[in-house]
């Protein structure tokens, strides 16, 4: 009697396994290959539809049918495309566009996305997406977002956009969204989410069984349910891994777990995430100075903060003040990279007045002239290499104050091994190209010393910058080439100027 409804289900089963198949030209038995796949071919889809699409995009904008039949063909053909994309993956078409075909998709975008799309672009680009938008599309994409997503859309929305989309939520919406925009960027309580279930420790097992099949569905990323007293105060966590196996007549008392790790509303977001990675955690409590349960953290959130965060300390390090929309105007895109061009600009006529300085020198041995690049770039090289990772173990949470001077005497052994390494080499090969043994042993003295001097820099320059209150990444690549560059110069010149002349 059963074997019947087992083979017609396989059936059914097959049937719409090879009905996917006929739909899908590129389906390989990994899906999730498949997926990924597909959607990178929609996106080169997707440009060279905008592409052709451009030309008409004040026709799209104001909203008047597209008389060529072609065109009118690409329309809907992105617009399907658009459709089945899901919002964090439209969010990266927007990101990847210039200013009209970025128009072109966002017209298209469902009103239902919108504000799902909006949380996931680039602050750069959400700034042009929101001044494009009335304030009837601005309430309408608000207004099925949760709490803590309008609290982390509030500071790029209008002010009267923010007022009005409180007015249509209730009393308890309204004070955590304030509760939200009260905390800083960087503090726990401005990314905390405010759905998740509690329950009481003196209740049984199969209570909480009862409780939860009440629910339509649980909040994203439920992996365990927050204990509490009748005072909200956090007790401890019921894992539901430990609630499907324990016996219903159990108390959650005895078996939940007390010592967890929870965070404070004021905890640095950066030292959350390195927790949530240390630990392998998916979801984790925020109380109050009280200790009363008020929110949770999620691992969603915790991606976002480590992906923002690393994406931050490569444009610093590259002397980028803040996060630039590709496609920015240029007049943006230059004031933002200004300031570290003109302490580039600064630093190199430094290094010119170092090698001019010994003019003299490099007109009578004219090989300093061609070795000297050497000595600098290798320094750089090497100073780059050590403030890289100065900063990543800063960011990491590895590096102290007190753990600084033994890192540092570790990175100078490096620098000196190295340098008598690769100066030795150096030195026989300028040796051999000029017949002077005095220029290879000053290419050997050189490039060690200032091997030396970048290692020094290289530790020094983000534990300062760190020490002051600085993002310890900010300009350091522009830094350490500078003071390798003239340091470099100056050393090589120098010695050759003491030693052969």
């Known amino acids: 009697e059963i074997m019947p409804s087992l083979v017609g289900s396989e059936m059914c089963i097959r049937d719409r396994f090879m009905s996917i198949e006929q739909t899908s030209p590129n389906?390989?038995?990994?899906?999730?290959?498949?997926?990924?796949?597909?959607?990178?071919?929609?996106?080169?889809?997707i440009h060279a539809l905008c592409e052709i699409l451009s030309p008409a995009f004040p026709q799209i904008e104001e909203g008047v049918p597209i008389e060529d039949e072609a065109l009118r063909d690409k329309f809907t053909e992105l617009t399907v495309l658009l459709n089945e994309l899901h919002p964090a993956d439209v969010a990266a078409v927007l990101e990847s566009l210039p200013p009209r075909e970025r128009n072109i998709v966002w017209i298209l975008v469902k009103p239902e996305d919108d504000g799902e799309v909006l949380l996931e672009v680039s602050d750069a680009v959400r700034e042009t997406l929101i001044e494009s938008m009335d304030k009837d599309e601005l309430l309408a994409a608000v207004d099925d977002l949760d709490a803590d997503e309008l609290?982390?859309?509030?500071?790029?929305l209008p002010h009267q956009v923010v007022y009005e989309a409180l007015q249509t939520r209730d009393e308890e919406e309204r004070a955590q969204v304030k509760a939200a925009m009260s905390y800083e960027d960087h503090q726990v309580g401005a990314i905390m989410d405010f759905e998740l279930v509690s329950i009481r420790a003196d209740v049984t097992c199969e209570?909480?069984?009862?409780?939860?099949?009440?629910?339509?569905?649980?909040?994203?990323?439920?992996?365990?349910?927050?204990?509490?007293?009748?005072?909200d105060v956090l007790q401890g966590v019921l894992p539901i891994r430990k609630l499907l196996v324990a016996d219903p007549e159990d108390l959650v008392e005895t078996v939940m777990a007390k010592d967890i790790v929870r965070f404070r509303a004021e905890d640095d977001v950066e030292e959350a995430a390195q927790a949530f990675e240390r630990y392998d955690l998916v979801t984790a409590p925020v109380i109050d100075e009280n200790k009363k349960l008020i929110g949770r953290i999620t691992i969603d959130e915790m991606v976002d903060v480590i992906r923002e965060e690393s994406e931050a300390d490569i444009l610093n390090m590259a002397g980028l003040q803040e996060e630039e929309d590709l496609f920015a105007p240029v007049w943006?895109?230059?004031?933002?990279?200004?300031?570290?061009?003109?302490?580039?600009?600064c630093t190199a006529f430094l290094a010119s007045r170092v090698i001019g300085a010994f003019e003299g020198s490099i007109e009578k041995i004219v090989a300093l002239a061609a070795l000297m690049p050497i000595v600098a770039g290798i320094g750089g090289n090497s100073g780059n290499q050590t403030i890289t990772m100065i900063v990543r173990a800063m960011a990491m949470g590895q590096l102290t104050g007190m753990q600084a001077g033994r890192l540092l005497k570790k990175e100078v052994g490096v620098a000196l091994?190295?340098?008598?390494?690769?100066?030795?080499?150096?030195?026989a090969v300028s040796w051999l190209l000029y017949g002077s043994l005095g220029i290879g042993l000053v290419m050997v003295a050189a490039m060690t010393l200032n091997l030396l001097l970048a290692a020094t820099v290289g530790v020094l320059i983000p534990v300062i910058m760190d020490k002051f209150g600085r993002d310890p990444a900010l300009g350091s690549s522009v830094l350490i080439t500078a003071v390798t560059d003239s340091g470099g110069f100056l050393i090589f010149l120098g010695l050759a100027t003491m030693f052969l002349l």
């Open 27 to 45: 389906f390989e038995n990994n899906g999730i290959e498949n997926d990924v796949e597909r959607v990178s071919a929609d996106f080169d889809r």
């Open 151 to 156: 609290a982390e859309l509030a500071d790029d």
């Open 207 to 231: 209570v909480v069984l009862r409780y939860l099949r009440r629910f339509d569905s649980l909040p994203d990323h439920t992996d365990k349910i927050f204990v509490v007293d009748e005072n």
């Open 332 to 345: 943006d895109s230059v004031k933002n990279r200004w300031m570290w061009l003109a302490v580039n600009l």
């Open 417 to 427: 091994v190295n340098g008598i390494i690769w100066g030795t080499v150096m030195g």
